[in-house]
């Protein structure tokens, strides 16, 4: 199942749980939080109180991207604040595998997030651990940039893995995404489509959302 997953990084803050709502009217059934350290990536976002506030107003599926140092010591506080999924950097992670073990013990699914250059063949054994996979089709820290295009062959490369593997891995891809790249990104195998500022720099963000789920299903309607 292919799903569109808006990212708040460019939603107007002051208006949150308003073009959430709009998000959800449009069909989609997961959020995506950007969660930024100023250390790993040159930009700072959200914490645990925000993701709780969230928890409070929607009750969509509350997918956490942690592009931040040293997440062991923080992925535990953001399941307890309401995350569904937590994906940590493997440039970050000097114990990935124990990592993905402690957010799924706090009750969240585990998913691993390669950076543009980081090759899939770094996921050949982990993959076996791990709930889903998330291509940066960026370099993390901001909305708004370009796709870069050798991230759908690698895209291209997970799904045959998982195929070989017979994994029910979804494929989470993040970053310049849109209308018009939409259908071939689904096509390369993504089934978890993030997309920030193409749905929240429109004025009616549940418009965007419903169109992207039709342009979606038609590619995913003629990948194998
Ligand atoms: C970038 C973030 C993305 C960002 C995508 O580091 O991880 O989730 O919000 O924004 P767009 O869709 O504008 O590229
Ligand atoms: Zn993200």
Known sequence: MVEIVPSILSADFARLAGQIASAERGGASMLHLDVMDG????????????VESLRKATRLHLDVHLMIESPERWVERFVRA????????????????GVLGMIRAAGALAGVVLNPATPVSVLEDVVEVADYVLLMSVNPGFGGQE???????????????????RLALPIEIDGGVHRNNLAE????????IVTGSAVFH????????REFREIAAGGAAIRC
């Open 202 to 209: 429109s004025p009616d963000p549940e418009a965007v959302v």
């Open 147 to 165: 796709l870069i295009p050798y991230v759908l062959e690698k895209a291209r490369k997970l799904d045959r893995l998982r195929k070989e593997k």
């Open 185 to 192: 990104v689904v096509r390369a195998g993504c089934d978890w």
């Open 39 to 50: 250390h790993f990536v040159p930009n700072i976002t959200i914490g645990p109180p925000v």
């Open 82 to 97: 309401g995350a569904n999924s937590v994906s940590v950097h493997y440039e970050a992670c000097r114990h990935l595998d």
